[in-house]
């Protein structure tokens, strides 16, 4: 049974970077098999998929939300089966909850079917 | 950009009613379409996928369909715990969700 797991500060100020951490139990992400990633949700509101990463032949390829896309940063540190993400230059709009997720591919639709509980990341001085 | 236009944004609904969902996208996206299920408080949870796929574990009730812009997520007779908020998503170029459907007693 795979475990995702969120973890990172909760309160970050204007203009700083958000940095949240993911550790994935029950699969490794180097395995190639799936996307590892990063959905939000501002309270209230609908979700919006962030970023995700994936491993293919020796090589780590990513994709970002366009809307955000020069503020972003995933990565992935496959020794302690994790993966990151990097949000700068934050404002209010940032405050979410953030979840790390996996989406498989046993569909050409890649679903998502497995989440973290999510954490949420308020984002004010 | 994908534009993703779900619908009703919110409804009422009674135990043992048939309720329908419908997501319309901006563009052709085969049957890259996924549908969830969330809770107050807590993660998504996969319903739906490809369409029309129903994911393992989950009831019988539910039910996907269409392809190329048009899709609609059935519930056939609605049960006490599927009130909740329900979201379609593309996978055929980049990710987008919709914007939500929340669907509470009348």
């Known amino acids: 049974q795979v475990q995702l797991q969120e973890s990172g500060p909760g309160l970050v100020q204007p203009s700083q970077t958000l940095s949240l951490t993911c550790t994935v139990s029950?699969?490794?992400?180097?395995?190639?098999?799936?996307?590892w990633s990063w959905i939000r949700q501002p309270p209230g509101k609908g979700l919006e998929y962030v970023a995700y990463?994936?491993?293919?032949?020796?090589?780590?390829?990513?994709y970002y939300n366009p809307s955000l896309k020069g503020r972003l940063s995933i990565s992935a540190d496959t020794s302690k089966n994790q993966f990151s993400l990097n949000l700068s230059s934050v404002t209010a709009a940032d405050t979410a909850v953030y979840f790390c997720a996996r989406a498989t591919p046993y569909s050409t639709s890649w679903p998502v079917d497995y989440w973290g509980q999510g954490t949420l990341v308020t984002v004010s001085s | 950009d994908i534009q993703m236009t779900q619908s009703p944004s919110s409804l009422s609904a009674s135990v043992g009613d048939r309720v329908t969902i419908t997501c319309r996208t901006s563009q052709s996206i085969s049957n890259y379409l996924n549908w969830y299920q969330q809770k107050p408080g807590k993660a998504p949870k996969l319903l739906i996928y490809a369409a029309s796929s129903l994911q393992s574990g989950v009831p019988s009730r539910f039910s996907g369909s269409g392809s190329g812009t048009d899709f609609t997520l059935t519930i056939s007779s609605l049960q006490p715990e599927d009130f909740a908020s329900y979201y379609c998503q593309q996978s055929y170029s980049g990710r987008t969700f919709g914007g939500g459907t929340k669907v509470d007693i009348k």
């Open positions: 990463i994936f491993y293919s032949g020796n090589t780590y390829y990513t």
């Open positions: 029950g699969g490794f992400i180097s395995s190639g098999d799936y996307y």
